[in-house]
């Protein structure tokens, strides 16, 4: 089980991914699941466990997130 962050673009994936490492939170950088979204991209795959943590990391860093979903 693991949470994705949907994020406008790559570039915020890529910082998104540098702030959640900065925090200790283990991500990966992954496509955006088709029944998600059918635009092309990537998105942050977290453990469903960090979901709180990661999304108070991200909103302090003030980086947009599009949405957050639980597979």
Known sequence: MYTVIL???TSHALRAEKILRTAG???KLIPVPRHL???CGI???IPRAARDAACAALQ???LDVE???DL
């Open 7 to 9: 994020v406008p673009s």
């Open 37 to 39: 979204s059918s635009d």
């Open 60 to 62: 302090q860093a003030n």
């Open 67 to 69: 949405s957050v979903h």
């Open 25 to 27: 939170i283990d991500c």
């Open 43 to 45: 998105c942050v795959r």
